[in-house]
């Protein structure tokens, strides 16, 4: 049945999400879909009429952590079998056959570009769940603007899916090709973000710098959004280094509300590894481009995510992956222990390393960029940076908490005058690997 706005009773839906911040993205479109079609939320799954999980399918963690989720669930479904229960995302995508089989209590099953037809799969969800895992190389959602939490910083998927095919990633299979949302559906949508107080633009793609769309590519729009009144600064997620134009790096150069922090996911040290992942740059081309983001824009933070254990990855290997940390300098890194996923390239060659020495190699990088991270957050002590107040610090009473350019969090005490959403300079007085405490220069 339709839901019915007019009706006494409200249907009400609560959606859950697991996985990257495109996901949580793309969960504030399933929000406005749903709004639309009549439904409210409901901020416990006791009090919902559906339950949807947006999952995540990168790691086989990942999905562990939603099934585990899933067991409960099914047991409020089955005290009140009336309830709808849907699972949306990678994950639904990537295992629709094995979980309309495992999970036979699920409602529903749809894809990342089903998302439109969510109230009608809901409405003839029955006896048997509805399934809408078709891939749609031209839906990007540009005419649905998502529901937006408050904030200062909002996020924008400006491109969805990719074309890559890393041989480790399902991405490519569990979001389709590549496309890029046009123009100006995004100036809209970032001109009225900064209408409603938003600050702080995070633009979010699989390749984000994959974006192109007729004449435009990624460093013009880079430079379009800068063009925006309000907004103060721009962010986006995640870069692939192969992608990286002398555009892009030139507008990031140049423009002073691009901030000053790349996220560029390198996975390994080791030239052997990096071609068996089909990453398409070798390490003297990845450190190359390196030098020359650095020279073009000098104090940039650079982040990366790291692969450990992936098949073929021997000692020697891992040292390289630890080599090349030491020589960028990394300011933050993120870790993963390779996880062989079904239907990817690197499926078929299996997986060599043993589950206790990619948790040895694992503990070993994080000891590591530990020690970076605090080495370059230490040199940052006596300097002073403009901080975005995002709001008070989740520790410690009275002190609030922002970004540096560099997206460090900075924490300090409270000024009179202060307030989210403002910018203040914060003089950097201790350092962990983690956080900057400082306090506010007087104006
Ligand atoms: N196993 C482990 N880590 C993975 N990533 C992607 N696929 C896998 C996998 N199969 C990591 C990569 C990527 C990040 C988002 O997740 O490092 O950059
Ligand atoms: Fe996955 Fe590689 Fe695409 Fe990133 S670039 S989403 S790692 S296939």
Known sequence: MEPNPHQARQPKVYLETYGCQMNVADSQTVSAIMRRAGYANAERPEDADVILLNTCAIREHAEERVLGRLGDLARLKHARPEIKLGLLGCMAQHNRAALARKAAYLDLIAGPDSYRRLPELL???????????????AETYADISPEYPD????????M?????????????????????????????????????????????????????????????????????????????????????TESAIEAIASEPKVMPHLHLPVQSGSDRILAAMERGYTVKEYLSLVDKVRAAIPGIAISTDIIVGFHGEEDRDFEETLAIMRTVSYDQAFSFKYSVRE???????????????????????IALQETISLERNRATLGQVFPVLIEGPA???????????????????????????????????ESATGHTLTGSILAA
């Open 343 to 365: 239907n990817t390239r690197a499926y078929r060659l299996g997986d060599s390393v043993s589950e206790e020495e990619k948790g040895r190699r694992i503990a070993a990088v």
């Open 160 to 244: 969805r899916g990719c074309d890559k095919f890393c041989a480790f990633c399902v991405v490519p299979y569990v979001r389709g090709r590549e496309r890029s949302i046009a123009p100006a559906d995004l100036m809209r949508e970032i001109r009225g973000l900064a209408e409603r107080g938003v600050r702080e633009i995070v633009m979010l793609g699989q390749t984000v710098n994959a974006y192109r769309s007729g004449d435009t590519d990624f460093g013009a729009i880079l430079k379009m959004t800068a063009r925006i009144d309000g907004i103060e600064r721009i962010r986006f997620t995640s870069p692939h280094p192969a992608e990286m």
């Open 151 to 158: 904030g200062v910083r909002a996020y924008v998927t400006i």
């Open 123 to 137: 409405a003839r969800a029955g006896f048997d769940p509805a399934v809408d895992v078709r891939l749609d190389r």
């Open 394 to 428: 989740r520790r410690g009473i009275g002190l609030l908490a922002g970004k540096t350019p560099q997206f460090k969090t900075a924490i300090f005490p409270t000024g009179d005058t202060t307030r989210t959403g403002e910018t203040v300079a914060v003089r950097v």
